[in-house]
């Protein structure tokens, strides 16, 4: 498989300290050493193995803002976003480590008891466990208030019985936050899957792209967990909190976004360099030129507006709406601009060896999880 050409770090404005340039060049060798080599066998199998999530836990690649008491590096969020770009520019999907250490994670720290975060977070940060969220359903989709999987109080257990789908991490996964409506409505519980009776996975889902990323369903079947696995003290406090760490999920979502549009741009000028056709190279035609300069422009317009949403969230003033703006404008430009970089490799674009053909693959579900862009839009209608 043709590596991808590496790109020109684009200007930020992003206050970035020594700590996290160390942190992208330790991210870069892992990426490229010990993932990107692998890419095709995990493909095939639907998922990374254990053993590379323990391997990012021995360098301190997982849960960057758990705090040191809770076994983590106690990093801020320019950490985490310094690792989500180099694995997406690295074209690694799988393992979906952000999901683990930046949506999974901040669930426990945010909302756990002084007794689930000392036990779960150090596994996590190690990456002895692998965690999962379990929201969507297979008659639900991203309306959530049409759940129907329910944990059932009996004494000092809830019992689950439901199904859930298009879970990343689900195969793997030794920790799940499951959403759940109880009798005061839906509430979220840590799920411990290991030697859980009545708890089962289906087989990795066969989907269009993103294949090493491992996504299944779960089935609950009368499955007891303890009481003290409810998250937050209180039954039905489950909606307010998905939908706080929903504005969070989504700016993560236009992280991505943005490096991967850069990615693909860099690939293609690249390509498009060393690549002749009738007699010069296809960067010197004219519709080559034009099309890579609005690509350019819109990534550094899409990359303008994700930091200043990654400033207002480290401020803590980021709201739902802009996160929405963010994660439907950014995941649209993401779609299109790859697609016109596909073009530009002609028939080779169409070709798995390339680069850009998995980053066309890949990129189509970022319109529609973490709610689709419908959803986005409907938000943002609302709040006229």
Not at 215 to 229: M, R
Not at 330 to 349: A, P, R, V
Request: with cysteine; hydrophobic share 40%.
């Amino acid at each position: 498989m043709t590596a991808p050409a590496p790109s020109r770090w684009p200007a930020t404005s992003l206050p970035y300290g020594d700590e996290h340039s160390l942190l992208r060049e330790t991210a870069q060798r892992f990426f490229a050493t010990e993932c990107a080599p692998h890419r095709e066998a995990w493909d095939k199998a639907g998922m990374a193995p254990r053993s590379i999530w323990r391997k990012a836990g021995e360098l301190g690649l997982l849960c960057s803002r758990v705090p040191e008491e809770y076994g983590g590096p106690g990093g801020d969020m320019l950490h985490s976003i310094v690792l989500l770009e180099e694995q997406t520019k690295a074209g690694v999907v799988g393992p979906m480590l952000s999901l683990h250490s930046d949506v999974v994670a901040p669930y426990i720290l945010n909302y756990g008891s002084e007794a689930q975060k000392s036990r779960i977070l150090p596994r996590m940060a190690s990456g002895e466990w692998i965690g999962a969220v379990a929201m969507s359903e297979p008659g639900g989709g991203s309306d959530l208030r049409a759940m129907i999987t329910r944990a059932t109080r009996r004494g000092d257990s809830y019992i689950l019985r439901g199904a859930k789908t298009f879970i990343s991490n689900g195969a793997n996964a030794d920790i799940i936050v499951l959403a759940a409506q109880t009798e005061s409505a839906i509430s979220l519980f840590l799920v411990e899957t290991g030697g859980l009776q009545g708890f089962s996975r289906g087989a990795p889902l066969d989907k269009a792209g993103q294949w090493s990323a491992d996504t299944t369903e779960l089935f609950f079947e009368d499955a007891a967990i303890p009481a003290s696995a409810l998250l937050g003290g209180a039954e039905g406090r489950g909606f307010a909190q998905l939908s706080e760490r929903l504005a969070e999920e989504r700016l993560l979502t236009g992280v991505v976004a943005v490096a991967a549009m850069e990615q693909a741009i860099a690939d293609t000028i690249a390509y498009t360099r060393d690549r002749r056709a009738f007699g010069r190279a296809v960067l010197d035609f004219q519709n080559t030129r034009f099309r890579l300069a609005e690509a350019r422009t819109e990534a550094i317009v899409c990359r303008t507006f994700m930091e200043r949403c990654v400033r207002k969230f480290m401020n803590g003033k980021l709201d739902a709406v802009e996160a929405a703006m963010l994660k439907w404008w950014s995941t649209e430009k993401q779609n299109k601009i790859i697609d016109d970089c596909l073009q530009l490799h002609g028939g080779y674009g169409y070709m798995l060896e390339y680069p850009i053909a998995r980053a066309w693959l890949d990129a189509r579900v970022a319109t529609v999880y973490g709610g689709a862009n419908e959803i986005m839009k409907e938000i943002i209608g609302r709040s006229l």
